[in-house]
């Protein structure tokens, strides 16, 4: 009898990893134990579910995603991934309406899990479970390792299952099924990387980064492997928003830019670094193969700007514009290659200590007809500062999450970098062409601190002339050393 998850041979299909898969297959090697490179998050359904129909969904969406259905193995010339055919699905359907808190039983459930170490030798490396929060509100949670898929890809499977558990409430059929071969990915990206744009790209970060400025942190400790991480979330009102969107369109940008720049400047007040790099993460897809099959493509670029101390946001902006536009003309050039190329990756040296990471994947999704709200749990690896800025366009206004390695900063640390930056925020939207250095980050209690806590050290002096304390000082110490001279001294 055959054990779901394998296959007979003549059934199956070797594939090498890509590049991006081999980054994540290594240091999971390194570090066999670190769930960090669990994602997760919980998508929020604004109505009844049918459990058993949406179990059917995900059947038939796991059986049509061939990055779900992988199963790795250690060949004498390396990791091979193996496609075989679908696994058995498990969806535990978990009641947690009667709780006081209903979301937050939830994800306590879904931390614990997301916590938990993967072996990469064991599929299947995805987890499902169905939450019941109340008649017309539920939470489907699903877990992957970074290895098997990335967020683009993710919100393809998220379609997709939207669409079969539709299908199957309104009784019709289920359109075919959109996703290109993982072969057809795998084979794109061997195809890049003996290719002359690839060689092309690698000159490009090359020429870029030769003379890169030394790693910028906000930590004042030394880097340290990251095994969980702190997050810090808050939104910027509604208003404010629309401000800032404002101010991107007369800068000829957008939210990327804005918020790019609007970092890069937040660092400069907070270091005085002028040369600095900001990671930037993309889908690292082009062509219609890799913008239409679940997979792990996605990469980090570094973004090198210039700041200089008159300078304003909207200045900033359009060199970021250019940076943008110019990286991503060689994205696909993976960051691991490039810290291979500069000799970085003996010590563990980084590129770049902040992130910034714009998520703007069409998460309009309707389960039969009901909407839906996505709450992330773990974007993945960190190893300094990440900032997340999700444009869902909802309306309480827009989330940006503070996410940071817990061996450089602690909570409260973490905690006061969030809200400075929002006090940052609202002072350059309010004002963008005010040169940066004329924009405060300390708020009142701190300047106060600054100016008059610390500089408190006024204290009473006896009324007395200079000779009358040194008579003093002689009644209390008469025999005290007071003068040398060469070899001489005098009490």
């Not at 179990?55 to 193996?82: C, H, N, S």
């Not at 062509?287 to 997979?295: E, I, Q, W």
């Not at 190893?383 to 997340?388: I, R, V």
Request: with cysteine.
């Amino acid at each position: 009898m055959e054990t779901p998850g394998t296959c007979m041979p003549e059934r199956e299909t070797s594939l090498a990893l890509s590049a991006a898969q081999l980054g994540f297959w290594f240091a999971q090697k390194l570090d066999a134990t670190n769930p960090i490179y669990n994602e997760a998050h919980s998508i929020e359904i604004h109505g009844p579910v049918d459990a058993n129909l949406f179990k059917m969904a995900l059947v038939q969406a796991v059986g049509e995603t061939e990055a779900y259905r992988v199963r790795f193995v250690e060949e004498i010339d390396g990791p091979r991934q193996i496609i075989d055919p679908p696994p058995n699905v498990s969806v535990p359907l978990l009641d947690v309406s009667a709780e006081p808190d209903p979301q937050a039983a939830a994800e306590s459930w879904m931390k614990a899990d997301l916590a938990k170490p993967v072996d990469l030798m064991c599929s299947p490396l995805f987890s499902f479970a169905l939450f019941k929060a109340g008649p017309a509100r539920f939470f489907w949670y699903e877990r992957y390792h970074h290895i098997l898929v990335d967020g683009f890809g993710v919100a393809l499977f998220d379609r997709r299952v939207a669409e079969i558990y539709t299908a199957l409430v309104n009784k019709v059929p289920a359109s075919t099924s959109p996703f290109s071969s993982l072969s057809l990915l795998v084979e794109e990206d061997r195809s890049y990387r003996t290719s002359e744009r690839f060689a092309r790209d690698r000159q490009y970060w090359l020429e870029c980064l030769t003379d890169r400025p030394d790693t910028i942190s906000l930590s004042g400790k030394r880097p340290t492997d990251c095994r969980k991480f702190l997050r810090k979330t808050a939104y910027l009102p509604p208003a404010s928003v629309e401000a800032l969107r404002s101010i991107a369109r007369h800068a000829q940008g957008g939210l990327p830019q804005f918020m790019l720049a609007a970092t890069a400047l937040y660092l400069h007040r907070l270091t005085s670094a002028r040369d600095l790099v900001l990671g930037l993460p993309v889908t690292g897809r082009l062509g219609a193969v890799a913008r239409s099959t679940p997979g792990m493509l996605s990469n980090v670029l570094p973004l090198r700007l210039m700041v200089q101390p008159n300078a304003n946001l909207v200045e900033l902006m359009q060199q970021v514009t250019q940076q943008i536009r110019r990286g991503l003309l060689h994205q696909r050039y993976r960051t691991e290659d490039l810290r291979r190329d500069l000799g970085l990756l003996a010590d563990g040296e980084r590129l770049f200590g902040t992130s910034v990471n714009i998520i703007q994947y069409d998460y309009d999704l309707r389960f039969a007809g009901n909407g839906i709200t996505v709450h992330n749990l773990s974007h993945g690896p960190l190893h300094d500062l990440s900032m997340a800025v999700y444009d869902r366009r909802g309306t309480r206004g827009l989330r940006i999450d503070f996410d940071a390695n817990p061996g450089l900063y602690t909570d409260e640390e973490i905690g006061d970098l969030h809200q400075r930056f929002f006090r940052f925020l609202e002072a350059i939207i309010g004002n963008p062409a005010r040169p940066i250095s004329r924009v405060d980050v300390l708020v009142p209690k701190e300047r106060h601190q600054i100016l008059v806590d610390w500089n408190a050290t006024a204290c009473e002096v006896p009324p007395a002339t200079l000779p009358a304390l040194f008579e003093a000082q002689v009644k209390r110490s008469p025999q005290a050393t007071a003068l040398i001279f060469e070899e001489s001294a005098l009490s």
